[in-house]
């Protein structure tokens, strides 16, 4: 089945990625938002993000205009009903998500494939709100999606051969590495750095080395791009508890089990770069 034009449900830090990504890459995006106010947004961050690549000579001012051109931004989900493919990329909350799963369902051709852009939620329980399980799976991209090279593809019992097929191959036709997933929580990426993550924080809660050395230890150490604690800051303290808590909340299993300085920090407000201080501090 030949993929013409994808639809994106969400146009946040995940969803303007993957629109701006598949846009640069010559297919055709519809893109829906709540509001227009979040769509205008979502559509004016993906435009710096690809005039930053034009400033870096990553992109052509041409390039930029062509992918432009091939992005519709929409406030009705029903427009989704042109696309050959969808990939939601709304909040992690397996309530919405699941609510959103149905309205793709109704809205969509029976052929089109479902996808979810979800960190850890269970992709079997998203098929179970469509008459199309077998045409639902999980694409996980990972921040800033035109940048990261990897696309963590996710199986779930009832995810058919061709449809695991169609969506390798059009992450190949945006240039991603292809992984491939069992829809167990956190999949293989977050499954292994989350624990990890966690035990950084609970090292630095127990008073056992500085921020500083903790990161320096693993960076320069295991030649890591950044140390845990700067990397929790940049990917968002509430995103890894919610992400822990879910997993946590599944498996029962210590190892995804937040520690305390982790819950109350969220509850602080002090959640990262975003909100301008967390492991460390930013200037706004
Ligand atoms: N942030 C990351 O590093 C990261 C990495 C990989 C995967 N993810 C996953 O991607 C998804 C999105 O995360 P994000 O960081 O972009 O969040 P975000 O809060 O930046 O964006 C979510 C957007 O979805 C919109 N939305 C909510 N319900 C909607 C609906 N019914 N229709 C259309 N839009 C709707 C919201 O208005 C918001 O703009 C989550 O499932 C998250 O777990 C995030």
């Known amino acids: 089945m030949e993929i013409k034009t994808v639809g994106v449900v969400g146009c ?3 969803g ?4 701006e990504t598949l846009a ?12 227009d106010d979040l769509l205008h947004k979502g559509l004016a961050r993906l435009d710096d993000s690809m005039q930053r690549a034009v400033a870096r000579n990553k992109l052509s001012a041409q390039a930029k205009a062509d992918a432009l051109a091939r992005i519709r931004g929409t406030t ?18 397996l309530g919405r998500k699941k609510e959103i799963f149905a309205q793709l369902d109704a ?9 979810s852009n979800s960190s850890s939620l269970s992709i079997a329980a998203l098929a179970a709100m469509t008459r199309k399980p077998d045409k639902v799976l999980g694409m996980h991209f990972f921040n800033p999606v035109p940048v990261m090279a990897l696309l963590e593809i996710v199986r779930s ?18 240039g991603k590495k292809i992984i491939v997933a069992k829809d167990y929580p956190g999949f293989i990426v977050n499954a ?18 500085s921020r500083e050395d903790i990161d320096a230890g693993m960076q320069l150490g295991m030649n890591h791009p950044m140390g845990p604690l700067t990397l929790a800051d940049f990917v968002g303290l509430d995103t890894i508890l919610f992400v822990a808590d879910e997993m946590y909340a599944e498996t029962k299993d210590p190892k995804y089990a937040a520690p305390p300085l982790l819950r109350r920090m969220v509850v602080a407000g002090h959640l990262g770069r975003k909100s301008g201080k967390g492991f460390y501090e930013y200037a706004k």
């Open 192 to 209: 292994l750095y989350i624990p990890y993550q966690l035990d950084a924080i609970r090292f630095y809660q127990n008073g056992m080395a």
């Open 16 to 19: 303007s990625g993957i629109v």
């Open 76 to 93: 009705a989900l029903q427009d989704l009903g042109a696309c050959d493919y969808v990939i939601e990329a709304a909040v992690e909350n």
């Open 24 to 35: 640069r890459n010559n297919f055709d995006v519809i893109v829906r938002e709540v509001n």
């Open 157 to 174: 019992f009832l995810t058919s051969v061709e449809t695991l097929e169609t969506s390798r191959a059009l992450g190949e036709r945006l």
């Open 107 to 115: 809205a969509t051709r029976p052929e089109t494939i479902l996808a």
């Open 12 to 14: 946040g830090l995940m």
